[in-house]
């Protein structure tokens, strides 16, 4: 499977959270994105970032308890060498968590989203 595509016109990482999660999975996958966005400058000092969890499966609450609370953690670090744009899509609800972090029901929208100039489209 290949859960990171980057697309290159609209300066986009998608990373796809399809499968079986368990912690060291979750962590390895965490750490791919870290060094993505170390090895790629941002372009205009702006990160786009999608991520789709519609297809996860936790292997437990506490698994995805504690890997919520270390991609908040890799959020932060990567907010500082640049402004981070965050499209969630997952197959419970939508809504603005942030002015740059968004959750939605479809991966249409959320493109939309991230690949508008000012971030509010939807």
Request: hydrophobic share 45%; proline share 1%.
């Amino acid at each position: 499977m290949i859960w990171h595509e980057y697309l290159d016109a609209a300066d986009i990482h998608l990373f796809d959270c399809s499968g079986k999660v368990d912690l060291a999975t979750g962590l390895a996958r965490l750490t791919a994105v870290a060094r993505v966005f170390e090895t790629q400058p941002a372009r205009a000092g702006l990160r786009r970032l999608l991520i789709d969890f519609r297809g996860t499966e936790w292997d437990s609450e506490e698994t995805h308890r504690t890997l919520s609370s270390a991609t908040r953690a890799q959020f932060d670090r990567m907010r500082e060498s640049a402004r981070l744009r965050v499209a969630i899509v997952n197959a419970l609800w939508e809504g603005c968590h942030s002015t740059d972090e968004r959750w939605f029901l479809e991966k249409q929208a959320a493109l939309r989203w991230l690949s508008a100039e000012d971030g509010h489209a939807a």
